[in-house]
């Protein structure tokens, strides 16, 4: 396994790891209005989140050992398209649904923004990160 194939896989997990502790804690409670009075799980949230881009940026500045050749180039640019267009996806139909829900009552809680903003930025490093490990372990060729 090549060392930015080991790293990605290391990163995706660890962004899965958060984005679970976020989730978990977002809906753990008897409201999601309530999660805007919530400090101690910001806090924590917060916290988790800076931990992946320190996790993130270890794992990147290892990468540099290994040469980018135009094979890793190639997947980096699948990944980031991928990953790109998954999270755009997510973010908008989520905002839909939202939309749709609470269309009545003409506004949505504000912690809703939060769940948005948190887990669009750690599906975009998981999705990265999970994406790069299994193309590289796939292969691509010239005619993919």
Do not use: H
Request: glycine letters at 4%.
């Amino acid at each position: 396994m090549s060392i930015r194939s080991r790293n990605s896989l290391i990163s995706g997990v660890t962004w899965l790891l958060i984005i679970t502790v976020l989730v978990l804690m977002f809906f753990q409670g008897d409201s999601v209005d309530e999660w805007g009075y919530n400090g101690v799980r910001r806090l924590v949230s917060a916290i988790a989140i800076l931990l992946g881009i320190v996790v993130n940026t270890v794992m990147l500045s290892k990468n540099k050992k290994e040469p980018l050749d135009e094979r890793s180039r190639a997947i980096q640019y699948r990944t980031s398209t991928y990953s790109l267009q998954f999270c755009v996806t997510y973010a908008f139909v989520l905002c839909m649904v939202l939309f749709l829900i609470y269309e009545k009552s003409e506004s949505v809680p504000v912690s809703w923004l939060w769940f948005i903003a948190y887990t669009t930025f750690t599906l975009t490093f998981m999705l990265g990160s999970f994406l790069y490990f299994f193309l590289d372990r796939k292969g691509i060729t010239y005619e993919d």
